[in-house]
């Protein structure tokens, strides 16, 4: 953790110098069997793509709004931290209407069909996979984002004393993410690298995005993000913790 960090990007820099192979978002949905582990370098890959997919192909400049539609879900941590790349505002289940780019999982489209600019569907399918068919009117996610650049410079430098996130009814500047972050680092028992906490909360509060993001990343450690945990036993949880090395969980 780099002292000098000032947005989320920043926190993703930081770990992509000091140790780029350790896992970083180890990603499980309980409904479909998916495992997916991304290291930092890969997760960096995808956030730069999508930072390229996001500034260039859709236009997207500092103060815009992002409205994310998605659940909590490797690909939603990717689009957070690409957010945060360009210096738009991300905008947590926000209103599409409002935004100037909506991006949007499978079960909220029509709520999506509200806005007026850009909108990008993800199918949310095991492996990053298409639509079987695109939806009309939105760019598909995993068509748009392998031709995108691995490397991303932003037009403008990010200022991180500028809006970055709205999440239930609040609003934080990137500064105050990342300042939050760590604050809330020891209280989910994240102790410094090798930490690995395991997270089941939703994205739609600032607790589930800390849990599942933001601390573990200002904090040297991973997540073990898990969607509908609800359908996994006792059992099988604990030997999950047991596998992935989990010293800390929320859910």
Not at 114 to 119: I, Q, V
């Amino acid at each position: 953790m780099n002292a000098t960090d000032r947005t989320p990007a920043d926190l993703l820099s930081s770990e992509l110098a000091g140790d780029p192979g350790r896992p970083l978002v180890t990603f499980y949905d309980d409904a479909t069997g998916e495992r997916v582990e991304l290291s930092v370098a890969t997760f960096a890959n995808w956030v730069a793509k999508t930072a390229n997919l996001l500034q260039g192909d859709l236009g997207a400049e500092p103060g815009d709004r992002v409205a994310l539609l998605l659940p909590a879900h490797w690909q939603t941590a990717v689009w957070l931290l690409a957010c945060a790349s360009v210096g738009v505002v991300v905008d947590v289940a926000g209103d599409p209407a409002a935004a100037d780019v909506v991006v949007s999982g499978p079960d909220s489209l029509e709520a999506a069909r509200a806005c007026r600019g850009e909108r990008v569907a993800l199918a949310l399918r095991p492996l990053g996979g298409r639509f079987p068919q695109p939806p009309e009117g939105f760019l598909d996610y995993a068509v748009e984002v392998p031709g995108q650049g691995d490397r991303f410079a932003p037009f403008a430098p990010v200022d991180p004393e500028e809006p970055a996130l709205i999440v239930a009814g609040a609003q934080f500047t990137g500064a105050e993410v990342v300042e939050r972050a760590r604050a809330d680092a020891p209280a989910l028992d994240l102790t410094g690298p090798g930490a690995r906490l395991l997270s089941g909360l939703p994205y739609d509060t600032w607790e589930g995005l800390a849990a599942g993001l933001y601390a573990p990343l200002a904090a040297g450690g991973s997540v073990v993000l898990c969607r509908h945990l609800d359908q996994l036993g006792e059992d099988a949880l604990a030997k999950r913790i047991e596998s992935e090395r989990v010293t800390a969980t929320r859910h």
